[in-house]
């Protein structure tokens, strides 16, 4: 019996399953991040010793998306610690004279407004050396 001589081709073509693993990866990451952001923030609140009730320290979270990660809160005064208040406004387009307020107890108050604390501005920007780490681990997948 003679040899058979065969010629044939194979062409494998994983690159639509390598997309999608890389973007499963990188929503992962990015979660991470968004976590971890979250931690950070909650401890600059913290740190500043602005945590009254914990509302506004509880009600930080964070979303992905569009390839993103942010964080944030839905109470309305949390922009006035983000940014200050009156004399100390970070855009300066604050009040400059003094004002009383009632707190809920009843109690009357006089300020000049408040610092800035820049609670989330912080959690991302201290830490992006961090968040570099996070999204090189998922990655790499190690």
Not at 33 to 57: E, F, L, P, Y
Not at 93 to 109: A, E
């Amino acid at each position: 019996m003679g040899i058979m001589k065969a010629d044939f081709k194979v062409t494998v073509d994983n690159s639509a399953a390598m997309l999608d693993d890389m973007e499963t990866r990188i929503q992962a990451a990015l979660e991470a991040c968004g976590q971890q952001a979250v931690s950070h923030a909650k401890q600059n609140i913290t740190r500043a010793s602005r945590v009254d009730t914990g509302a506004m320290r509880n009600s930080i979270n964070h979303t992905v998306k569009d390839g993103k990660a942010y964080i944030g809160t839905n109470i309305e005064y949390a922009a006035y610690h983000e940014v200050g208040t009156g004399i100390f406004a970070e855009s300066g387009k604050g009040r400059k004279d003094p004002w009383i307020y009632k707190d809920d107890q009843g109690n009357w108050h006089r300020t000049r407004g408040i610092k800035p604390i820049h609670f989330l501005k912080n959690a991302v920007a201290e830490n992006i050396a961090e968040y570099k780490a996070i999204m090189a681990k998922f990655i790499s997948n190690k």
